[in-house]
Nanobody, 125 residues
Framework: VQLQASGGGLVQAGASLRLSCASS????????VGWFRQVHGKEREFIAG????????AYGEFVKGRFTISKDNAANTVYLQLNTLKPEDTAVYYC???????????????????WGQGTQVTVSS
């Protein structure tokens, strides 16, 4: 499985971005797909995850309704909508995937098997 994350950029506080995670080589079926972010020198943290087959979702506690994960079956792509961005959201955002059970959403970073290259999101104040 090869993942391509895109959609990052430099925006002002309050703006929105939509990140994309496309899979090449294999469809996401039977997989859990997650979005993570990492600030230099800190641990990578879980943002959101989706079970591809069932559409069930889970979010990190800090999200508080600002971010939304979704999928496009036809495009074999998972999206992360980022709204009301804050300077503290500045990070490299990664998508990842791993085989999962029915309706399961894997939230532990260490469990993810395949990672994309990351896309930089920078939010200015």
């Amino acid at each position: 499985v090869q993942l391509q994350a895109s959609g990052g950029g430099l925006v002002q506080a309050g703006a929105s971005l939509r990140l994309s995670c496309a899979s090449s080589g294999r469809a996401f079926s039977t997989y859990s797909v997650g979005w993570f972010r990492q600030v230099h020198g800190k641990e990578r943290e879980f943002i959101a995850g989706i079970n591809w087959d069932y559409g069930t979702t889970a979010y990190g506690e800090f999200v508080k309704g600002r971010f939304t994960i979704s999928k496009d079956n036809a495009a074999n792509t998972v999206y992360l909508q980022l709204n009301t961005l804050k300077p503290e959201d500045t990070a490299v955002y990664y998508c990842a995937t791993v085989e999962a059970r029915a309706r399961e959403i894997v939230v532990a970073t260490i469990m993810y098997k395949y990672w994309g290259q990351g896309t930089q999101v920078t939010v200015s104040s």
